[in-house]
């Protein structure tokens, strides 16, 4: 079941495209593989050659020379010689299209007119990319370039502070040890001392006595030690205190700085949005006179139909007798509706 599986031959880094089942696979190598390493079949060349480039009556590692450019080629690579990589062959320029020489063509994109090249201030973060007729334009006007050199210089000057950080690092580690090794020894100096006071023994009364005296002496050696190097500890922790206190108030600095920067933005932010806000209130109140500007003779055109209409319903007739109560109601109902719509504009 497992010989049934797909695989690639196993020279498909060599460029072999087959791909077949898993029991094929040594056939294919053995006989059929164009991509196998032979023995050059001449018995003085000790070289291997592709099956596919492989000639039975003689040696394919001979070299020959072009005709084109008269290179030195071996004779199995002649046709990929000269069909790809022989510098006499012409190829088109990736920009403008034109018919060079292979050879020349690295030459003729560093002055086609037609490349595509970034910006001198790429390395800056200018993202333009212009053909080499436009690019000088931009150049003159992009703003990177400008600052350009005030970039470089703040780039100098911070490598110098790194270098001068890592060599005070290392001197700080180096005074660090120095000190770590003066307090062992001065702790096993002392520690020495308190063990041979106490070893220390003397048979006769005389020696007793003058073993008494010296005792205190030692002692006060062994307290004058035991002080030294406990101001050296004080002296030590002291000064990574003041080493702290330093950074954290240089942190409370820069925190305060970027709190004053944000409290301006946010004081410039809202006098934008409150001008705007001014502007838009000063267009609503144009637009709202602009309005009551049009329905103005709108409005009088009504009030002189009403009038009109109310003049014309006084007049006697035989048939109209009971209807003025309801027109002139109508009317002055008209008329105030009207007034009301004005005092609303």
């Not at 390395?123 to 334009?137: A, I």
């Amino acid at each position: 079941m497992c010989d049934d599986v797909r695989v690639r031959c196993p020279y498909s880094d060599e460029g072999c495209p087959e791909v077949m089942a898993r029991g094929h696979v040594q056939l294919h190598v053995e006989k059929y593989c164009d991509y196998k390493l032979l023995q050059c079949p001449q018995s003085t060349c000790n070289q291997k050659t592709l099956r596919k480039k492989l000639n039975p009556d003689r040696c394919m590692h001979t070299t020959v020379k072009c005709e084109a450019c008269e290179e030195d080629v071996m004779e199995q690579d002649l046709q990929d010689h000269r069909d790809s990589l022989c510098p006499s062959l012409r190829t088109n320029c990736p920009d403008c299209g034109a018919m060079v020489f292979r050879s020349a063509l690295e030459e003729h994109v560093e002055t086609c007119p037609e490349a595509i090249h970034l910006c001198q201030a790429s390395k800056y973060g200018c993202p333009t990319k212009l053909k080499r007729s436009e690019l000088t334009v931009h150049e003159r006007s992009c703003p990177l370039i400008t600052m350009g050199p005030y970039i470089e210089a703040q780039n100098s000057r911070i490598d110098s502070l790194d270098m001068t950080i890592r060599q005070l690092l290392q001197r700080n580690e180096i005074l660090e040890d120095g000190i770590a090794n003066i307090r062992s020894t001065l702790m096993e100096s002392a520690r020495f001392m308190h063990e041979g006071r106490n070893d220390r023994q003397v048979p006769s009364g005389n020696v007793n006595q003058d073993h008494a005296q010296s005792e205190p002496r030692q002692s006060e050696e062994v307290d004058r030690s035991s002080q030294l190097s406990s101001s050296t500890a004080l002296t030590y922790l002291l000064s990574l205190h003041e080493s702290l206190r330093e950074e954290v108030s240089q942190l409370s600095r820069a925190i305060t700085d970027l709190d004053s920067r944000a409290s301006m933005a946010i004081l410039n932010e809202s006098m934008r949005v409150n001008e705007d806000m001014a502007h838009t209130s000063a267009a609503i109140n144009t637009i709202r006179m602009q309005i009551h500007w049009l329905l103005n003779p709108r409005l009088q055109q009504g009030h002189r139909l009403g009038s009109a209409a109310a003049g014309g319903d006084s007049q006697p007739g035989p048939s109209t007798r009971a209807e003025p109560g309801a027109s002139n109601l109508t009317t002055r109902r008209r008329l105030s509706d009207s007034g009301r719509e004005g005092t609303k504009l």
